[in-house]
């Protein structure tokens, strides 16, 4: 089992800045998988980013540009560096990791931006 905490979100104007964090805790040792998802009402939830052990981020879309993901190892912390936030970015955003090809999520924490 692994646990994960999610700190970071709050109220931002449209093209500031944030930056997530989330914290795993329990069995990590075997995390093959760290992302960030977000979601809005009525909506599923979706990629922002991802970062597997030893490869290469993964960015959807314009966050490409707009983001950076990172993983302290140590102390098995993942973050989400965003930039340039816009209205329409306002969502809760969750921490997910795979381990042992089980999929673990975070309570989310919410971004709002205000235009």
């Known amino acids: 089992q692994v646990q994960l905490v999610e700190s970071g979100g709050g109220l931002v104007q449209a093209g500031g800045s944030l930056t997530l964090s989330c914290v795993a805790s329990?069995?990590?040792?075997?995390?093959?998988?760290w992302g960030w998802y977000r979601q809005t009402p009525g909506k599923q939830r979706e990629m922002v980013a991802q970062?597997?052990?030893?490869?290469?981020?993964h960015y959807v879309g314009s966050w490409k540009d707009r983001c950076t993901i990172s993983r302290d190892n140590a102390k098995n912390i993942l973050h989400l560096q965003m930039n340039s936030l816009k209205p329409e970015d306002t969502a809760v955003y969750y921490c997910q990791i795979t381990s042992w090809n089980d999929d673990y999520w975070g309570q989310g924490t919410q971004i709002t931006v205000s235009s």
């Open positions: 970062v597997s052990s030893g490869g290469s981020p």
């Open positions: 329990g069995d990590t040792i075997c995390i093959s998988e």
